[in-house]
Structure formats: structure tokens, C-alpha cells
């Protein structure tokens, strides 16, 4: 099977513009949680999916937003860029059958942001 | 709240010796999941290890194997046979059992392998 894919792998954008980040699970996983990772707060939990359902998110302000979509991949999107949200954003995805989730989740390569 | 602690920053081992990493928790939970991952300088996140928390035999994956405290909440990952390829940052995870895939890392320790 092929692994998690995230899309771009590297984005430069400029202060005040919006990026969308897209990540692909592996065949068959249902759901999706994103991570953004930096050098000074390490790796920090946004948001999860399930069935096109938000069912977890973490401490970021509304500038951060996802979805997910009927086929399970997953979008993110962060609008009104600042400087501190260069890093590193991993997706991961797991295969969560009905309400048990599953426990191990494996991630893509990551899409690294640079906010300048 | 849930909390991960890694209190090596920095650690190195010589190729073919054994190293441990430490990891202590903090959590009402009674049953959950504790994982470690790897992250080499490419920045792929890869799984290492998982324990189940109601599990009282300790994991191991091929060189690599656990131990899992759980009334001293504490999670160590032992690696044998050191490779120069085990060069790695290396997390620990925790996650609750139910109904969420929300993984809450330490801080990592930065494993340097030497020849």
C-alpha cells in the first residue's frame, strides 16, 4: 500500500496570505489528524477527522481550518499568514473502523511552510 | 491534562552498544496507548514501538524493546545493537484509548549514533 502523501512538500508564502495544505491517507484509513511541529513548541496536535467529521481539535486560533472529504483525504487551511506559522505540518491517518478507533497512526512526509 | 516528558535532550551511543531513552507520563487515564516514534533527519515520522497500557508484557520490535512502568508512569525505550542508521530524534507518545487518534509528544531526544 502506498503510504501517506501531503501536498506541497515546500510552500514560501508572505505574511497575510492563505495556504491550503492537502494530505492523502493510506487506502483504506478513515482517519486524518494534523500537526504542526516547530523548533520552539515541538510537535503540537490542530485537528482530527473522521467520516468528514471534525472530532478533536487542539489550541490554535480559528486561522487554522480543515476538512475532510468523502474519500478521507484531508485538507487544512490557514488564512492570514503570520511569521510563527512557519514549521513543519505532518498529517497522519489511521484506519479507525466504526467508533473504535484504532491506535497507530502513521504519517506523511510533511509540508514545510515558510512564512516570510 | 496529559502530559509527555523527555528529560534527555541529547544522548549518543557507539555503533553495536545499547542506549535507553527515558519517558514519563502524566495521566488520570487507566487504559491507554504509548508509542514511540522516530524521526531522522529526512523528517519522516516513523513508528518504533507501541504498548497498549493494559498490557503488562513489555513490547519489543525486533532490537528495539520497552519498558513500560505503568504505576511509575514511565515508558523507556531500549535500543540494542546500536546502527549508525538509529540516528534519529526520537518521541514518545501518549494516546487515550477512546475515541480519538490525538497523539501528545515529548519533546524528543536527539540519538547520535557514532561508528
Known amino acids: 500500500k502506498a503510504g501517506v502523501t501531503q501536498t506541497p512538500r515546500y510552500l514560501i508564502k508572505t505574511r497575510g496570505q492563505q495556504v491550503t495544505l492537502s494530505c492523502s491517507p493510506i487506502?483504506?484509513?478513515?482517519?486524518v489528524s494534523w500537526y504542526q511541529q516547530t523548533p520552539g513548541q515541538g510537535l503540537q496536535f490542530l485537528f482530527e477527522?473522521?467520516?468528514?467529521?471534525?472530532?478533536n481539535k487542539g489550541n490554535f486560533p480559528g486561522r487554522f481550518s480543515g476538512r475532510q472529504f468523502s474519500n478521507s483525504r484531508s485538507e487544512m487551511n490557514v488564512s492570514t499568514l503570520e511569521l510563527g506559522d512557519s514549521a513543519l505540518y505532518l498529517c497522519a491517518s489511521s484506519l479507525a473502523e466504526g467508533i473504535k478507533y484504532q491506535e497507530t497512526q502513521y504519517f506523511g512526509p510533511g509540508t514545510r511552510l515558510l512564512v516570510l | 491534562a496529559q502530559t509527555v516528558t523527555q528529560s534527555q535532550p541529547e544522548m549518543s551511543v557507539q555503533e553495536a552498544e545499547t542506549v535507553t531513552l527515558s519517558c514519563t507520563y502524566d495521566t488520570s487515564e487507566s487504559n491507554y496507548y504509548l508509542f514511540w516514534y522516530k524521526q531522522p533527519p529526512s523528517r519522516q515520522m516513523i513508528l518504533v514501538i507501541r504498548q497498549e497500557a493494559y498490557k503488562q508484557q513489555n513490547a519489543t520490535e525486533n532490537r528495539f524493546s520497552v519498558n513500560f512502568q505503568k504505576a511509575a508512569k514511565s515508558f523507556s525505550l531500549k535500543i540494542s545493537d546500536s546502527q549508525l542508521g538509529d540516528t534519529a530524534m526520537y518521541f514518545c507518545?501518549?494516546?487515550?484509548?477512546?475515541?480519538?487518534?490525538?497523539?501528545?509528544f515529548g519533546t524528543g531526544t536527539r540519538l547520535q549514533v557514532f561508528p
Open positions: 507518545a501518549f494516546m487515550k484509548s477512546r475515541n480519538t487518534d490525538k497523539l501528545i
Open positions: 477527522y473522521f467520516s468528514e467529521t471534525q472530532r
Open positions: 487506502s483504506g484509513h478513515r482517519s
